[in-house]
């Protein structure tokens, strides 16, 4: 008796274990073809605007559409698997479906340097037509910012010194 319990629990738990990896979102390599970059036909991407370099870690993907049941993916490049591996965003999600409201706003966590974003957007209805965007957000070093702003006093001082 006790050896059908442990099989049939062993028999469920590998079926719940098989299950999970499903729905665990894709990686794609950079040069795979299922991921071509398109035009924003689906989600204006509102934020990033392109790449874009910042000082703060902490960053606002944005976009809105007109229209119902669009899904979107987040992606990351991650350097030591060469490919784009799904990116969670502060609230533990990779993909999300867009509200009536036609608007998104997602935080993300940036590392320092360059971030390698993807973007896949898609209608629920039609999941084969995706909208790829990639972007890249450098997160920039405190120090950098420190020497910018000297450079600029320094200036501001020379022209003060001119003009006396």
Do not use: H
Request: contains cysteine; neutral net charge.
């Amino acid at each position: 008796m006790f050896k059908k319990l442990f099989t049939i629990f062993m028999l469920i738990l590998a079926i719940v274990v098989s299950g999970v990896s499903a729905f665990a979102g894709q990686s794609y390599k950079k040069d795979d073809s299922r991921i071509r970059e398109t035009s924003q036909f689906l989600v204006n991407i509102t934020r990033p605007e392109g790449n874009e370099s910042t000082f703060k870690k902490s960053y606002v993907i944005c976009g809105n559409t007109s229209e119902q049941g669009v899904v979107v993916e987040l992606y990351r490049f991650d350097e030591s698997s060469k490919s784009y591996e799904p990116y969670e965003n502060t609230d533990g999600e990779s993909n999300w479906k867009i509200g009536i409201s036609g608007i998104f706003m997602k935080e993300v966590q940036l590392d320092k340097g360059a971030n390698d974003i993807m973007i896949i957007a898609y209608k629920e209805s039609n999941a084969d037509k995706k909208q790829v965007n990639r972007f890249t957000i450098t997160v920039l070093d405190e120090g950098i910012k420190e020497k910018i702003k000297n450079g600029i006093d320094n200036i501001g001082n020379i022209l003060k010194s001119i003009f006396k």
